[in-house]
């Protein structure tokens, strides 16, 4: 009896436990979303902390606030853009000060960044741009040189010696510890595979990297020729040298301004201002500012109901949600694609949509679904593709199904081009850690995913037609959308990369420009003048929120006390999704430092 009592107690404790928590959460997300508009003194500085990744856009989460993801959560563009913007119309802000330090955003993202702050500086008001004790990387450094002037202290890191991009390869760890790949492709180009095929780089992956990356270096050095006014020559031999003092020598070739300590540079902001040096400095960071509307800052916005809807679709493109994926916004599924479309379809003030593209691809037949659905509500509606970062692969695939299609400068696309990918761990299993097994099935190949022996002959032809038939599809799709011939899509595709300048060149896109000039070219196709914007996924309700971000935040806090438990779950995940699909993804990312 006692153990009893003890046990329907121990069951109501935690039941009441859950609901105290619950009821915290509700009056922590109500509190903070009731936050009333910061009120802007006068002759006030925006202040914009950039660092790490700048994302396209960031997901509202009020949860935030009660399990902190990071100390200084990301500057999205989105962001970026609507503060600027109000900024540059708010009699209180007199100037934007850019504290900045080591920038991973990649170059399709930063060079957007760098228009929004051109686009500031239109105003006439000041943009000072500053580093800590971390100091500039090239990334970092670029937007920099936006400024009117740049400020460091004088010991700190200042990162000028050119661009590298790292790939790993795989082939000779596999032959130590027994695991054959078995790998169907179709193009040259398609490197994907190569890390599991070869120690290095085949040439033809060497020649699109090199490209790549040549395309970023031309895309940095104008602006710092712009900035510095030094010449591509007087670039080059800076960046060969490794300097003793590098803010110094960066000081002596006009690459910064000013060298001065933290509290030096606050006295020239007040000197901008008109403040002498005993009055205080009234800042506001980008984040505060973010809750002050648009009519405070006396910005105009157009007086209609038409809507440009954005969809973003980013991540890897799969057939379904995996269960356990932490961030159900970094993957792109036919479904959410669907749901966001129909939204935007079902709203009469909507009269365009644009299609943000952040994703290297994923499985083919989920890509030709969302191809088939972007194609029919281009019967309804102008559907524009905008590639962001990348939009390669599967990314590329899926943006056919729009009307135009708009990529950044520094877009990694193209990638035209298919594979498939098992391994046969048998000498692994058998002959390395002397485990066996013993298959019972019904036909000849009921075992061939099951990744324990090697794929015969006929096995092999088979799953090469497959693949050389999604290919040919592939081809297709492109060829219909921009009116060429099979053979000469054939041409630029074999999973060539392109970057968007390059692909424009070769007619695989239809203009280079940021998000604006694809919301432009959405308004011109919907033949209306002036829009406001929606987004899609849509907001999150409150009680999602609570019964799904909290669970999510909890998780996420629990696996962090594992070391690499995120990057195990993913191996896992992709490991099993691998089996018997084909893919139509880059797996290894372009990250060029």
Request: glycine share 6%; aromatic share 8%; hydrophobic share 40%.
């Amino acid at each position: 009896m006692n153990f009893f009592k003890t046990f329907f107690a121990s069951i109501l404790g935690t039941i009441i436990g859950l609901m105290l928590i619950l009821f915290v959460l509700f009056v922590g997300i109500m509190s903070s979303s009731s936050e009333p508009e910061p009120y802007i003194r006068s002759n006030t500085i925006l202040t914009i902390d950039l660092s790490g990744n700048i994302p396209s856009r960031t997901v509202y989460d009020p949860l935030q606030q009660l399990f902190p993801a990071s100390v200084h959560p990301a500057v999205s563009l989105s962001m970026l853009k609507s503060n600027l913007e109000k900024a540059a119309t708010d009699d209180n802000i007199s100037g934007v000060w850019l504290k900045l330090n080591r920038v991973t955003a990649s170059w399709a993202n930063l060079e957007t960044a760098y228009e929004y702050l051109q686009e500031f500086k239109e105003s006439g008001k000041f943009l000072y741009a500053s580093t800590d004790d971390v100091g500039l990387n090239e990334n970092a450094y670029f937007l920099a040189t936006t400024a009117d002037s740049i400020f460091s202290p004088p010991t700190t890191a200042f990162e000028f010696n050119g661009f590298v991009m790292q790939t790993s390869y795989y082939r000779e760890m596999l032959d130590k510890i027994g695991i054959e790949p078995e790998i169907h492709r179709v193009g040259k180009y398609k490197s994907s595979v190569e890390p599991f095929l070869r120690e290095d780089s085949s040439p033809e992956n060497r020649e699109q990297i090199t490209a790549l990356i040549e395309n970023v270096y031309g895309t940095f050095n104008q602006a710092v020729q712009k900035k510095s006014g030094l010449s591509l020559d007087q670039i080059d031999t800076l960046m060969e040298e490794i300097p003793a003092d590098p803010v110094a020598r960066a000081h002596e070739n006009g690459l910064i301004d000013v060298i001065a300590f933290p509290a030096e540079l606050e006295n020239q902001i007040k000197n901008r201002t008109g403040l002498d040096e005993d009055e205080s400095l009234q800042t506001v960071s980008i984040q505060r500012y973010n809750r002050v509307s648009s009519q405070s800052a006396g910005l105009d916005r157009p007086d209609t109901d038409n809507r440009i809807a954005i969809i973003y679709a980013s991540g890897i493109i799969i057939p379904e949600e995996p269960t356990g994926v932490l961030n159900n916004e970094a993957v792109i599924t036919a479904g959410n694609i669907k749901k966001s479309l129909d939204s935007a379809l079902d709203d009469d003030r909507i009269k365009a949509i644009v299609l943000h593209i952040d994703s290297g691809g994923g499985a083919p037949s989920t890509s030709d679904l969302i191809w088939h659905h972007l194609k029919e509500a281009s019967n309804e509606k102008p559907v524009v593709a905008y590639m962001g970062n990348v939009a390669a692969s599967g990314g590329y695939y899926i943006a056919m199904g729009a009307d135009r299609v708009v990529a950044s400068p520094n877009t990694i696309t193209g990638s035209i081009g298919i594979y498939s990918m098992m391994f046969n761990t048998r000498e692994l299993y058998n002959d390395k850690l002397g485990i066996h097994f013993e298959e019972f099935k019904t036909h000849d190949h009921s075992d061939l995913y099951l990744m324990s022996r090697p794929l015969t002959s006929s096995e092999r032809d088979a799953i090469q037609r497959n693949v050389e038939n999604g290919y040919e599809l592939f081809l297709k799709r492109v060829a219909d959308a921009r009116d060429m011939t099979r053979d000469e899509v054939h041409e630029l595709a074999q999973g060539r990369v392109w970057t968007g300048t390059d692909a424009l060149n070769h007619q695989l896109v239809d203009q280079i420009g940021n998000l604006d000039a694809a919301l432009a070219t959405a308004a011109e196709l919907a033949e209306i003048e002036s829009y406001h914007t929606v987004t899609y996924p849509e907001k999150k309700e409150l009680f999602e929120l609570l019964f799904g971000s909290a669970q999510v935040r909890i998780q996420s806090w629990a696996q962090s006390l594992i070391p690499y438990s995120r990057e195990i779950r993913t191996v896992e995940e992709l490991m099993n999704h691998n089996a018997g699909r084909n893919w139509m993804v880059l797996p290894v990312e372009f990250r060029i430092d």
